[in-house]
């Protein structure tokens, strides 16, 4: 399941973490929303796009995939980002075959159950496209603190998170930090930024294990 890491999630990820920090300076006991996390994903994605490729907002999950004999088509359930391989796009057209990344973006804080949810629809989105090189990612952001389930004790990454994601695959695949230095104690208080690809599982293969 190794692959590249996207071109533009480096310094996206990094992007985020300083941001956070930066955020944070004028407003220390105010969290940012997930909307305003969402707004400077976008803005640092779209900054490295390649000419031929385009970022959406807000798409259906209907619209992402071919088959049209899941949950997904019937719901009203929007993915947070998507990178298509083409300039042309029409807002209420299906995508699947231009598909390039679908993204959510999560905070940390929100907790594992509601972080857990955005994996399994990724995962459900990429199974019913049959476009084989389209991917998934979930985006991570944890604000000055560690999220245990994703970043382990050192402020590291945690190689076991897919352990906790009920048989789904996925693994981080790059966690990106910001602190004003690596002590033991900062660590504690850092921004944490990371991104988890999700894979595809064969049709049939995987059952998701109940709460």
Partial sequence: MTKKLPYWSEKTLQGLAYWIGYRN???????????????????????????????????MYKNLINDKSNDLTTNHTRADLVIINTRKYKRKENISNIVNCIIEVKRAEAGKKLIIEDIKRLHNALNYNDNLDVRAFLIVVSQSRINLPIVNSSGCANRKFSEITQGIPCNIIRLCKATSSFNKDNIKR??????????????????????
């Fill in 25 to 59: 300076c004028y407003y220390f006991d105010h969290p940012l929303t997930e909307g305003a996390i969402i707004a400077e994903t976008c803005s640092l994605i779209y900054s490295h796009l390649s000419e031929n490729e385009r970022l959406l907002a807000e798409i």
């Fill in 190 to 211: 850092a921004k944490y930024a990371c991104i988890i690809e999700v894979y595809k599982t064969k049709k049939g293969e995987l059952k998701w294990k109940k709460h």
